[in-house]
């Protein structure tokens, strides 16, 4: 009566999966994904948030793309 071995749990899956469906499974799955999502932005500080938005601002503003450049030595030979 102890634990149960990994046979328990696959009928136990087989069970679950010919009683709901793997649609409504799937759904659930997706639903509670987007849950967590929705949890983890609703506890970000305003510091984060802030600090998350002026990043998506600097990012569109340069359109993500590298500049190159070339560099000149300055100093007095």
């Not at 679950?16 to 999502?37: E, H, I, P």
């Amino acid at each position: 009566m102890g634990s149960f071995s990994i046979w328990h749990w696959l009928i136990v899956l087989v069970v679950v999966v010919l009683v709901f469906g793997t649609k409504k499974l799937r759904n659930l799955g997706t639903d509670l994904g987007s849950a967590v999502k929705g949890f983890k932005e609703g506890i970000k500080t305003e510091d984060e948030k802030t600090a998350d938005a002026t990043a998506q601002v600097e990012h569109s503003r340069t359109g993500g793309q590298t500049i190159e450049g070339e560099i000149k030595d300055r100093s007095k030979s």
